[in-house]
């Protein structure tokens, strides 16, 4: 049987945007109320994943959300035709307005906590959508999450389901940005890797003072309950609180993995020696590569700054591993000092490809958050709606589709015209008929 990492990239909405929504995230605050560009920043992301297409590596996208979310606004007791809701939401509350609007489900690292069949008691790839809790603008996600996975992966006998966790911040879950699957080959039983920021019951335990812990352990442990691990098969390791103060809102922004790969700074995990023992002794006789940055080479800032660690290692058809880095990485000398000396250190990973993905980086996300990984084996390859996968002819009708709907500039006043919101519905309705995922978006369900 065949086995691959497939990697799912979010597609960028056409009301793509910054609003600085997420505290804690220090490029989402910085580039508050700049002007984006939907159509560049689409075109930015699919670029990317037909690139590592053309790499031999498989790959899919994930639909986006739809925002201005009306459904919510109604929610919260805006009302009126949907052209009333946006203009009375606008001027009552721009920031529950903003929040509405926001792009943040372009990152499909935290789609969903993703176990491979090789790891799950009844042999099924298993997906819970991350409940996103901590921010009101995420929190909106879960639901459509779920919607756009079941008609991606639409097939009960291969891929279970699951609802996402409670939504209350004792179950705080940011999906997969927060796990890390290490294996000796992407088909067999691996080591999950479940970083939390704090406890949830226990008050006593460390934990961040100036930025919100987004994940707690508590979370980690009911995701690994519902997909059926084996406690052999997974070790739970706290995030340095003091790394989250600086910046580091998900675990993903300082550590990455692939196969027998953990490349991480010095600084990214809490009582890191006895974390480590327990990935090793669990993941057997084959030593891991733990790829350790230290702080006097790169700091935690540069770190955040050029997404050093938010970067994918992917594994080559060769074997050989490449990393996927944004080209802030390429601009900052100590950064890039270390990634030239990375690859003649003699580890798995042996070459770096820079991409510009500016448009997403400016919201604090790099190619990491662009992507939700899914290890399967050939089968349940084939059980995946097909239309979903990139090749030469669904990228090409993307791109097209992007062309056809998507603005070149969009600032805050734009949200609110009831045009843009008719333009955005054509063009996600179009696309639920493109990849046929069914009517996953609540318009589409009268
Ligand atoms: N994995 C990367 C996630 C980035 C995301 N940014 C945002 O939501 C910012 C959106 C804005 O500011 O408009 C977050 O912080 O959760």
């Known amino acids: 049987m065949k086995q691959f990492e497939v990697n799912f990239d979010g597609l960028v909405g056409p009301t793509h945007n910054y609003a600085g929504l997420s505290f804690g995230n220090v490029a989402s605050l910085n580039n508050a109320n700049a002007k984006s560009s939907p159509k560049q920043a689409a075109k930015q992301g699919l670029a990317k994943a037909k690139a590592l297409a053309d790499m031999g590596m498989v790959q899919g996208v994930l639909a986006p959300q739809e925002r201005p979310d009306i459904a919510a606004l109604r929610r919260l007791g805006f009302t009126g035709s949907d052209a009333r809701v946006l203009e009375s939401a606008a001027k009552q509350s721009r920031e529950i307005f903003l929040a509405c609007c926001s792009a943040s489900s372009m990152w499909t690292a935290n789609a969903a906590t993703v176990s491979p069949s090789a790891d799950t008691a009844d042999g099924r790839v298993h997906f819970t959508p991350a409940n996103l809790t901590n921010k009101f603008h995420r929190s909106l996600e879960p639901q459509v999450t779920g919607n756009i996975l079941r008609g991606t992966f639409a097939n009960e006998k ?8 409670p939504d209350n911040e004792h179950f705080g879950d940011e ?68 790394v989250i103060d600086q910046g580091v809102f998900h675990n993903d922004v300082i550590a990455v993995g692939n196969q027998n790969v953990l490349f991480f700074h010095e600084q990214a995990f809490y009582q890191k020696d006895a974390g480590f023992k327990e990935l090793q002794a669990k993941f057997g006789s084959e030593p891991l590569h733990f790829i350790e940055v230290p702080t006097a080479e790169v700091s ?29 990485c390429q601009e900052n000398e100590a950064v890039k000092r270390y990634l030239d000396k990375l690859v003649t250190l003699g580890t798995p ?26 290890a399967m084996n050939d089968q349940e390859l084939a059980a995946v709606n097909q239309n979903t996968l990139i090749n030469d002819t669904q990228f090409a009708r993307l791109n097209a589709w992007v062309d056809k709907h998507y603005r070149d500039e969009l600032g805050e006043d734009d949200l609110r015209d009831p045009q843009l919101l008719i333009e955005s519905r054509t063009a996600l309705d179009e696309l639920t008929q493109i990849l046929k995922i069914g009517s996953v978006y609540p318009f589409q369900q009268g």
């Open 158 to 165: 291969h891929f279970a389901h699951h609802q996402h966790l």
């Open 175 to 242: 999906g997969a940005a927060n796990h890390t699957r290490l294996c000796s080959n992407y088909g067999q039983a691996g080591i999950e890797l479940f970083v939390y920021g704090r406890h949830a019951f226990d008050t006593s335990k460390p934990a961040p003072k100036k930025y919100p812990a987004r994940q707690t352990l508590e979370a980690c442990q009911a995701v690994a309950r519902l997909h059926g691990l084996d406690d052999d098969g997974v070790v739970y390791m706290q995030q340095n609180p003091d």
């Open 300 to 328: 935690v800032q540069d770190a955040v700054k050029t997404y050093l660690f938010n970067t994918q290692i992917i594994t080559l058809p060769s074997g050989d591993m490449t990393i996927i880095a944004p080209t802030e």
């Open 349 to 374: 990973i042996k070459s770096v490809n820079f991409f510009d993905v500016k448009q997403s980086m400016r919201n604090g996300g790099g190619p990491a958050c662009l992507r939700l990984r899914v």
